[in-house]
């Protein structure tokens, strides 16, 4: 069973840089899916922050692009979330995902966000 | 698909169908994907694909999309059916590869 556990701290200051770990277990970060980290406001929507293939290659929501960097460390089978410059506006319930992929002879690869961590709480405040 | 509108809120009597929208400018059905979340819980999969249910899904769930709006259909809903619901989509051509639409509540009357 796939399980995605999502770690660190839940207090940064502002103009201080979130940082987060999506441990992995039960699959391997090295096969055909993105790797993503998903954030809810409080009382408010989903918003994608962004995806990491085993590659490395990364995408990034545009209005977050500035400020974030998605890694992986494929011999720990985790990946993490770093968020620079953190104000009151960053303070959400962080989830990370799985984004597995399957081939379609008609469209090529879709993806599909099958696993999702329980989500971390993380506060920006002085 | 530059953004993905679908209605705040929804109500509908118990037993009863109700479906959801999101429509979005070059939607493409085959990468569309609707979430379920409860207060204080993870989002979960409830459709990929268009249509697909993973396992575990009830089969009263069903996806289905015309044109540049898909949509998740509730049959017969339950109490435990009241929660939000979210549509998402990956765009391979634009600038936002992957973006949720910003929910709709259903109320189980």
């Known amino acids: 069973q796939v399980q995605l556990l999502e770690s660190g701290p839940g207090l940064v200051k502002p103009s201080g840089t979130l940082s987060l770990t999506c441990a992995v277990s039960?699959?391997?970060?090295?096969?055909?899916?993105?790797w993503s980290w998903v954030r809810q406001s409080p009382g408010k929507g989903l918003e994608w922050i962004g995806e990491?293939?085993?590659?490395?290659?990364?995408n990034y929501n545009p209005s977050l692009k500035s400020r974030v960097t998605i890694s992986v460390d494929k011999s720990k089978t985790q990946f993490s979330l770093k968020l620079s410059s953190v104000t009151a506006a960053d303070t959400a319930v962080y989830y990370c995902?799985?984004?597995?992929?399957?081939?379609?002879?008609?469209?090529?690869?879709?993806?599909?966000?099958?696993?999702w961590g329980k989500g971390t709480t993380v506060t920006v405040s002085s | 698909s530059s953004g993905l509108t679908q209605d705040p809120a929804v109500s509908v009597a118990l037993g009863q169908t109700v479906t959801i929208t999101c429509q979005g400018d070059?939607?493409?059905?085959?990468?569309v994907s609707w979430f379920q979340q409860k207060p204080g819980q993870a989002p979960m999969l409830l459709i990929y694909?268009?249509?697909k249910r993973p396992s575990g899904i009830p089969d009263r769930f069903s996806g289905s999309s015309s044109g540049d709006t898909a949509s998740l259909t509730i049959t017969g809903a339950r109490a435990e059916d009241e929660a939000d619901y979210y549509c998402?989509?990956?765009?391979?051509?634009?600038?936002?590869?992957?973006?949720f639409g910003a929910g709709t509540k259903v109320t189980v009357l």
């Open positions: 995902a799985r984004d597995y992929g399957v081939y379609d002879l008609n469209v090529g690869y879709y993806y599909y966000m099958d696993v």
């Open positions: 070059g939607l493409r059905s085959m990468f």
């Open positions: 694909a268009k249509n």
């Open positions: 990491i293939y085993h590659t490395g290659t990364t």
């Open positions: 039960g699959d391997s970060i090295s096969t055909d899916k993105w």
């Open positions: 998402n989509s990956r765009d391979s051509t634009g600038n936002h590869p992957v973006i």
